[in-house]
């Protein structure tokens, strides 16, 4: 897929906060605009010329073009050379220094064979998301089409409207009306830099590179793996009747109800969301692979650790040096940054997605190919080696794959 991103940093006059100050004839306050295109059509310059046209037409901005300015100043940064992470604070922080009083982030995506912009306004002051949209679809790339998306997006951003409350949001986990739910903790979305970063040092694999920007949405995660306990009062059977399922010789490698889950295919696994879904009338799901190394380098509170939550392994990770030959209770060694426990270590986590090759452009909200032989698993457990414990590290199995390494967490959409 062409991935191609292109910056238009807009000078402007914005209708809302502290407009009268400005009232008086002095300086336009400057909105820099980000447009990254990730449709595969090539159109990021020409709906940009529709962004700048539909702002000036309103009479009140001013629009001039930077890119390779503030391109230079991402690269440029620390922390993100660091930790891969690009917040939106590290984007306010240089809309700032070019001058901007916000930043309108506007990707152009495809979805089921539809192409769609979608929108959110940053305050440069105080990082915080002010505006947004919801995707517009582009029923044509015809002119009047693409001008009137544009401008939904431009009146979505400089209308005055307040954030939708899926940005509003701070709590740190959802009710619980059976007792199987697990315990959730809130990821706040950002954007970060998925796969092979610095911090890893030598001990990349080459399907972790090239890394690549990901952006992902808010979203709940399990604060622990799934138990043997939760399964069993869902499923109704035991870590033994799973085991057996695989090969009744084969070990159990740590049992109890606060044990985590293994010997469970990612094909069992569907089967334990549908019935908590049922039970519950919410929507678990597995999280994509992006959510889940999002989640596990500690979203938008990443210290740019290599293993999930430390640089030291034995704080946070039962693996092969220290587990005994076994898994151990989850939730034992210490949490990451957002308060997740055993995202390094305990049990290998399925995934969502199907396992490939990572492409070099930006994504928003992937979920993989669309159909593959084998299903993503991330995490390391409990017998495997300290360099497959990482944040970035990457495996497969296939879907129907049952063994004493193998279990889960679960998300659920903000």
């Known amino acids: 897929m062409i991935m191609r991103r292109i910056l238009y940093l807009l000078f402007a006059l914005f209708l809302c906060g502290s407009v009268s100050s400005f009232a008086q004839g002095t300086e336009k306050p400057r909105v820099a605009i980000y447009t990254e295109d990730d449709s595969g059509e090539n159109i990021v310059e020409f709906v940009g010329q529709y962004l700048v046209d539909a702002i000036v037409k309103m009479g009140q901005y001013t629009a001039v073009e930077r890119t390779a300015d503030f391109l230079k100043g991402i690269n440029k940064e620390q922390q993100y050379q660091r930790t891969g992470v690009v917040e939106d604070e590290l984007i306010a922080r240089l ?31 105080t990082a915080a998301v002010t505006a947004s949209t919801v995707p517009i679809v582009l029923n044509s790339m015809g002119l009047n089409d693409v001008g009137a998306s544009c401008q939904k997006v431009v009146a979505s951003m400089f209308g005055g409207k307040s954030v939708g409350a899926g940005f509003a949001s701070t709590s740190s986990s959802i009710g619980r009306s059976h007792p199987a739910e697990p315990e959730m903790v809130f990821v706040e979305g950002g954007t970060f830099l998925m796969g092979c970063t610095s911090e890893q040092g030598g001990d990349c694999d080459a399907d972790e590179s090239p890394n690549h920007l990901v952006t992902v949405s808010d979203f709940y995660i399990s604060k622990y793996e799934i138990t043997q306990g939760q399964w069993e009062a869902i499923m109704g059977t035991s870590i033994r009747q799973q085991r057996d399922k695989a090969n009744r010789e084969w070990p159990i490698n740590g049992e109890g109800s606060n044990y985590p889950m293994y010997y469970v295919s990612w094909n ?72 997740i426990y055993d995202m390094s270590g305990n049990v290998w986590e399925w995934c969502y997605d199907w396992y490939g090759a990572y492409g070099s452009g930006s994504h928003t909200n992937p979920v993989g190919p669309g159909s593959g032989s084998f299903r993503v698993s991330r995490g390391g457990s409990w017998n495997f080696i300290a360099t497959n414990i990482r944040v970035s590290n990457r495996n497969n199995y296939t879907p129907s794959d049952r063994n004493s390494m193998l279990g889960f967490r679960l998300v659920c959409p903000k």
């Open 95 to 125: 809309g700032k220094q070019f001058g901007a009083r916000f930043v309108c982030m506007v990707k152009i995506g495809k979805s089921a064979g539809q192409l769609f912009i979608s929108a959110r306004l940053i305050d440069v002051e």
């Open 268 to 339: 069992d696994v569907q089967e334990f969301i549908s019935r908590l879904n049922s039970l519950t009338g919410k929507q678990y799901r597995l999280p994509t692979e992006a959510e889940w190394e999002y989640a596990a380098r500690g979203g938008k509170k990443s210290k740019g650790y290599k293993y999930s939550g430390s640089n030291f392994i034995e704080q946070v990770a039962w693996y092969s040096d220290n587990s005994g030959n076994t898994t151990h209770p989850v939730g034992s060694k210490q949490p990451n940054e957002l308060g």
